[in-house]
């Protein structure tokens, strides 16, 4: 499903440079780029295991990058992706008796400013086949943990505030990461991501502190996924150590991008009478001396 949707945007984008493909519009300045793209996304949290860095669970995105300068670039960009955790598959440290488990589906939007290694040139096309680049800024995530019911149904589990303590499932984030830029046509990149968000929250996976405790809830549901220990004989009780509260959830997403340099006429038919249209100054070009093209 996922290679699917992957080469229908591809097509999309191929379908785009289709239109302009004149010897003067691909000669124009291009400084916007749409790029789309596939990957992972790897939770990190207490139902994860400390050895698993790179999680099989699917990530896609699509966003908008500017040049500000040769070297300097801004994006948005959303992300979707799933966040899974089970201490099922823990390798120890006792929490298959603990016996918990979640998933997510979650929404990011978020800002970034790019640095890139070597210069663009005055002239898109122009560009390297290679480069590597940073980012970091700001961002705003949506998740919803849930879990499995005895039917196989799953049950939100913010809402059955299941520590007794309530939290939002709006939080910022802070991503920051890497990236790899392959030039494959005058119009298109090919990229290699990863990034890895800082939250200000422990309950991506609805566990952080201690157990309330049966007696705390008056719904049998809430008080069921509160405790799920296998032990009978702490089953219910309050005070035991759920999760760490010391350290927030976070997550990486590991893409693979396609990038597509969009024309002049998608954001002005005017052209070079465009701000997006303007040509960026070269920082090869010898002072005192002018080129035409």
Do not use: C, H
Request: proline content about 4%.
């Amino acid at each position: 499903m996922r290679t699917f949707i992957f080469s229908v945007l591809f097509l999309a984008l191929a379908s785009l440079e289709l239109k302009g493909q004149s010897f003067y519009s691909a000669r124009r300045e291009r400084s916007l780029i749409l790029s789309t793209g596939l990957g992972t996304s790897s939770y990190f949290g207490d139902l994860a295991n400390s050895n698993a860095y790179v999680q099989a669970q699917p990530n896609i995105n699509v966003g908008l990058e500017y040049f500000l300068t040769n070297r300097i670039g801004a994006r948005v960009e959303l992300n979707w992706f799933t966040l899974a955790g089970d201490d099922k598959n823990a390798n120890g440290g006792g929490r298959n008796q603990r016996n918990l488990s979640f998933q997510s589906s979650n929404f990011e939007l978020s800002a970034v400013g790019i640095f890139n290694l070597y210069s663009k040139g005055n002239r898109y096309y122009r560009r390297p086949n290679f480069n590597v680049y940073g980012f970091a800024g700001i961002g705003l995530l949506y998740f919803n943990p849930k879990a499995q019911d005895a039917q196989g149904n799953l049950v939100a589990l913010q809402p059955l505030r299941t520590e007794g303590a309530a939290y939002s499932l709006v939080t910022p984030v802070i991503p920051f990461g890497l990236g790899v830029r392959f030039k494959v046509s005058p119009q298109f990149n090919l990229v290699v991501e990863g990034g890895v968000r800082k939250t200000f929250t422990d309950y991506l996976d609805d566990v952080s502190t201690t157990y309330p405790g049966a007696s705390s809830f008056t719904d049998p549901i809430a008080a069921a996924f509160s405790d799920r220990r296998v032990d009978p004989a702490v089953n219910g009780n309050s005070g035991g150590i759920r999760g760490n509260p010391t350290n927030d959830d976070g997550y990486m997403l590991l893409n693979v991008k396609v990038q597509y340099y969009l024309p002049t006429a998608f954001l002005s038919n005017r052209g070079n009478k465009s701000v997006y249209n303007r040509k960026r100054k070269s920082s090869q070009r010898n002072k005192g001396r002018r080129r035409y093209y």
